[in-house]
């Protein structure tokens, strides 16, 4: 007998609360009503501007009419049915996928592709395909096979939960303590404060810090450091922006010690600062880029730096997965990718972009307890003076309904989907002005 569970809007937290923790927001999404950038609350029937998107993964909003067209649909269900193993079992959708990605946001330079489903374990095969890479240079030069399994990374900081992805995450101390990690060379994040001009001597003294710290890693650890890793943003870190000198510096450093330089870009990729991937704004090519979120399938592209050994994409079974990214995400997701290409979501991207950072700026210059406002293309933020002030403005954008995150100590940074219009831009920065000048005076 066909039977499905029927649970009321009024229900929802209730039944989840009996088996798992819900924190998350008190309102339930109304999947059918909500559309573009506007989430509509099924219990309350209120509509919230969306600068959320799902941790910056629905690139598309709500009820894209081109996710809707019946070819599309037909696709879906029709992959739907059965999870097929992609890493063994070939189909025309995964095919297509792929081509999708080659043709539109695939990175010229990084011809090799590989697909898991998440963003931290996109990270985690990045880095397996670092340590196998490195070691087998270690042995070749007579160094032996037990060196080379450290990364270096930064401080502020998050590509992940998992195993390997643990040792590199160090922002908020509740998602990493009581885990085992590895001791790896952790050096300061010189992230700009801005006006950049303003503070450019003082970023500079911070990079000059890092880039020693960097090489006094690499002199005091020699032939173990595999890779440096970085996101071109610190988002969950406080939405911290680098100056094009530092990736230039790494990418130097990666090459004079051979070690791998990987671009985490699961959060600022797809389209988000207004080029596929933030790394194409700074002049700096990395040998690995991490993605996930706005692929709707985690993974990573990897260049041809790596076939200098025998390496992880050669040699059958040294990364891999049972489903290799979802197929259904992946239809999802060609879909996806077209609809950026054909609507030009890119440059919208960078036009909606650029309206809310002038925005936060005509914010920060009426309110003193806003200041650091930045952005590159949609990915926008600005500090409060302390994290209390900066929860209770939160507290209150939902209140005044609209859907922001916090980042960082004292961020809130937002996230608009890619073909937000002008139209929900201002009245996001209407609602969020509201909410600062209630929590102005606490």
Not at 52 to 57: E, I, K, N, P, V
Not at 183 to 198: E, G, K, N, Q
Not at 337 to 346: A, P, T, V
Request: proline share 4%; glycine share 8%.
């Amino acid at each position: 007998m066909f039977r499905r569970s029927a649970i009321p809007s009024a229900e929802v937290h209730a039944t989840l609360g009996k088996h798992i923790l819900v924190d998350g927001y008190p309102f339930v999404v109304d999947l059918e009503k909500s559309r573009g950038s506007l989430v509509h609350d099924a219990l309350t029937g209120n509509e919230l501007v969306d600068f959320y998107s799902f941790f910056a993964s629905n690139p598309l909003g709500f009820n894209h009419p081109g996710m809707l067209d019946e070819r599309t649909r037909e696709r879906l269900a029709r992959v739907s049915t059965v999870k097929v193993a992609n890493s063994d079992k070939y189909t025309t959708y995964y095919a297509e996928f792929v081509d999708t990605i080659e043709r539109t946001c695939g990175p010229k330079d990084l011809t090799k592709y590989f697909f898991v489903e998440g963003g931290a374990l996109a990270v985690e095969n990045a880095l397996k395909t670092a340590f196998d890479w490195k070691v087998r240079k270690n042995i070749a030069a007579g160094h032996g096979d037990q060196k080379g399994m450290q990364i270096l990374h930064l401080k502020h900081a998050f590509h992940g939960r998992s195993g390997y992805t643990l040792s590199l995450t160090n922002t908020d101390p509740n998602k990493t303590s009581y885990f085992p990690k590895f001791d790896w060379p952790r050096i300061a994040s010189p992230m700009v404060r801005w006006p950049l001009a303003t503070h450019l001597a003082e970023t500079e003294e911070r990079e000059r810090a890092t880039l020693a710290a960097a090489e006094a890693a690499f002199a005091e650890r020699p032939h173990e450091i595999a890779a440096i890793i970085i996101e071109p943003i610190q988002s969950e870190g406080g939405d911290n922006h680098f100056r094009p000198e530092l990736f230039a510096a790494l990418r130097r450093l990666a090459d004079e010690h051979e070690a791998l330089l990987i671009f985490d870009e699961v959060q600022t990729g797809v389209g988000a600062t207004g080029k596929w991937w933030a790394y194409e704004h700074y002049g700096v090519t990395p040998d690995i880029v991490c993605f996930a979120k706005k692929m709707q399938v985690g993974g990573i592209f990897v260049g041809d730096r790596i076939d200098d050994v025998e390496n992880v994409f050669v040699k059958p079974g040294r990364i891999n997965s049972t489903w290799g990214g979802g197929l259904v995400d992946m239809v999802r997701a060609t879909r996806i990718l077209e609809i950026i290409e054909d609507e030009n979501l890119l440059a919208n991207a960078k036009a909606r972009g650029d309206e809310l950072l002038q925005g936060l700026y005509k914010i920060q210059e009426r309110h003193p307890i806003v200041d650091n406002a930045r952005g590159l293309g949609l990915l926008c933020a600005f500090d409060l003076p302390d994290p209390q002030k900066r929860d209770a403005a939160i507290k209150r954008c939902f209140a005044d309904g609209m859907l922001v995150l916090s980042c960082g100590t004292r961020t809130i940074r937002f996230r608009p989907s890619l073909n937000v219009t002008s139209e929900i831009i201002a009245e996001g920065l209407t609602r969020l002005e509201k909410a600062i000048s209630e929590v102005e005076g606490l």
